[in-house]
């Protein structure tokens, strides 16, 4: 998305591994994010990034879920 000044607008936005507790370099202590105020949290993050209407868009995940995630990404678009 330009900007006025026709220059790319770039969102990095990053988060722990949800499913993976204590897998990463860094571990993050955690409340429960199935609980009503991280939904909340989690809709609001999801809400936001539809907003910016990215062009593209960088996951992390298994090379099994790829195709997947292409497909719902060219129907987004």
Do not use: G
């Given at each position: ?13 990053g ?53 997947e ?9």
């Open positions: 998305m330009p900007n006025k000044r026709n220059k790319p607008v770039l969102l990095l936005l988060s722990f591994h949800m499913n993976s507790p204590n897998q990463d370099l860094f571990n993050v202590q955690a409340d429960d994010i199935l609980s009503p105020k991280r939904q909340m949290e989690i809709k609001e993050i999801v809400n936001l990034l539809k907003d910016f209407k990215p062009t593209k868009v960088a996951l992390e995940v298994s090379t099994d879920k790829q195709k995630l292409n497909t719902k990404f060219r129907e987004y678009k």
